[in-house]
């Protein structure tokens, strides 16, 4: 069974996210601020993180950020904010998924348990280790461990930039658009999804594995497509 963490100073708010969570089967606990809450979900016990964003002692921007330093557990991070640029701080800080208040506690039950699988399917969870490598020219992606390294250094990537780089390549030379890759690497419908999320995260991969942005090597721009990752 699942340990569910939210993150939410409304106890209301909570405890109602807690009942349908309980219904479906989770265990769920509650934090009322940032701070508890960062220090409870890095116990080791926690499957998927629902964070709010205004939160007191640390914000839910600072907290999604310094939990994703440490683990690579699903974050849902919902607010009451409707603005583009939040949804994409938001995500850029490593958040698997973005909800706005208010939105039907099913909903969140649905989304919990697809980032819940689709995490499962990542990592695996047979326990088994079994190093799986992607190497091109001077880059070097570690499957299983997650880990980047240019031209022999590593590079600190986000959750959310290693599964899009991963992503492109593991299907090398096929151009993908922003939609697909929304649906494929966030497991978001892209009807009125912002694909503007899609443009800053190749814009940080490309700034960590390329020699010259202006000119990537790896990662080209297929216009009026998307993206597509080059193996020669």
């Given at each position: 069974m699942?340990?569910?963490?939210?993150?939410?100073?409304?106890?209301?708010i909570a405890e109602l996210e807690?009942?349908?969570l309980e219904l479906s089967g989770f265990n769920v606990f509650i934090e009322k601020?940032?701070?508890?809450?960062?220090?409870?979900?890095?116990?080791?016990?926690?499957?998927?993180?629902?964070?709010?964003?205004?939160?007191?002692e640390m914000d839910g921007f600072e907290v999604c950020q310094k939990l994703r330093e440490a683990t690579e557990i699903p974050i849902i991070m919902v607010s009451?904010?409707?603005?583009?640029?939040?949804?994409?701080?938001?995500?850029?800080?490593?958040?698997?998924?973005y909800m706005t208040k208010p939105f039907s506690p099913s909903e969140?039950?649905?989304?919990?348990?697809?980032?819940?699988?689709?995490?499962?399917?990542?990592?695996?969870?047979?326990?088994?280790?079994?190093?799986?490598f992607i190497i091109v020219g001077g880059l070097k992606i570690d499957i299983t461990a997650r880990?980047?390294?240019?031209?022999?250094?590593?590079?600190?990537?986000t959750s959310r930039e290693f599964d899009l780089l991963r992503f492109l390549a593991q299907n090398p030379n096929r151009?993908?658009?922003?939609?697909?890759i929304l649906r494929e690497v966030w497991g978001l419908d892209p009807v009125g999804a912002d694909l503007a999320t899609v443009?800053?995260?190749?814009?940080?991969?490309?700034?960590k594995i390329e020699k010259d942005v202006s000119t990537p090597k790896y990662i080209e721009t297929v216009w009026a497509v998307g993206y597509r990752f080059v193996i020669e």
């Open positions: 699942s340990n569910i963490l939210i993150i939410e100073d409304e106890l209301q807690k009942d349908y601020d940032g701070k508890s809450g960062y220090a409870r979900a890095l116990r080791g016990d926690i499957s998927l993180v629902i964070l709010d964003l205004m939160l007191p009451a904010k409707q603005s583009d640029s939040d949804k994409v701080r938001g995500l850029g800080r490593g958040a698997n998924d969140l039950v649905a989304r919990v348990k697809a980032q819940i699988e689709r995490y499962e399917r990542l990592v695996g969870t047979s326990g088994k280790v079994n190093n799986d880990r980047v390294f240019v031209e022999g250094e590593e590079k600190s990537f151009a993908f658009s922003k939609e697909e443009v800053v995260h190749i814009k940080k991969i490309r700034e």
